[in-house]
């Protein structure tokens, strides 16, 4: 499990160096003390599993998962225990109050490995073909959490921004709705119009619309009217 520790105080670092060498399965890859280092030292490193102060200098932990493309496994560690919630509310593993305890660091390391965990090798930035993106972090005025994207039905474009279609929320992504189509699975998502991307695993019926166009009704009513082009896109991969 390879481990990037994200903490403004050194000492912390060096406490939680300290008590992850007890753990053989366990490689400290590296060290960031800020916001800044700790995105580029994801993006270098690709650690599988961050251990993400919330309070530092300039930024907050959930400022370096809004940075993320695809944050790896989080367990935040802070000093107050008023972060707590807010770290389960963005779906983090587990949180850690500081002073770290060995006993609480291994539960949360456990967790990690519970969830299925599997060690990632270093990969360049995607350009074509490589994994497809798989969750993202996003914030709603005061709340914040990581999103599934499998999850998501349908994705539409506010200018160079992406808004998630969830049940009971839409929060703003800070990504184009072109960037997210070549992230995507393609074998999931299909882009139905300029302003839109359907998961097509939410996809109940299919109507024909005006003009030779094709009409998506996902699961829970919404109606997606695909563009002309896209239509003899999609009945062409469908075989319609």
């Given amino acids: 499990m390879r481990v990037l520790i994200v903490d403004d105080e050194r000492l912390a670092r060096a406490e939680l160096r300290r008590l992850l060498s007890a753990f053989p399965d366990v490689e400290v890859v590296g060290e960031a003390a800020h916001v800044e280092q700790a995105r580029q030292q994801v993006a270098a490193l ?4 961050l251990l993400l102060d919330i309070q530092m200098p300039g930024g ?3 400022d370096v998962l809004e940075q993320l493309d695809e944050p790896p496994e ?5 000093a107050y225990d008023a972060h707590a ?7 983090a593993l587990d949180y850690l109050l500081k002073p770290i305890e060995a006993e609480r660091l291994a539960e949360a390391l456990e967790r990690v490995r519970q969830r299925g965990h599997v060690p990632r ?8 073909g490589g994994a497809p993106l798989e969750r993202v972090f996003v914030r709603d005025g005061e709340r914040c959490w990581l999103v599934q994207l499998s999850q998501v039905p349908l994705i539409s474009s506010e200018g160079n921004y992406s808004r998630l279609h969830l049940p009971g929320h839409q929060p703003l992504l800070l990504r184009s709705l072109s960037y997210l189509e070549e992230k995507l699975d393609p074998a999931r998502f299909f882009r139905a119009s300029r302003q839109h991307l359907i998961n097509l695993d939410f996809v109940e019926t299919l109507e024909p619309g005006p003009g030779g166009t094709l009409v998506a009704r996902l699961r829970g009513g919404t109606e997606v009217e695909m563009s002309r082009r896209q239509s003899q896109h999609f009945r062409e991969r469908m075989s319609l």
Avoid: I, K, M, Q
Wanted: hydrophobic share 40%.
């Fill in 60 to 62: 907050t932990g959930f």
């Fill in 46 to 49: 690709a650690p599988d599993l």
């Fill in 74 to 78: 989080v367990v935040f560690t802070t």
């Fill in 85 to 91: 919630v807010r770290a389960f509310s963005v779906n």
């Fill in 121 to 128: 090798a270093p990969e360049p930035p995607r350009t074509t």
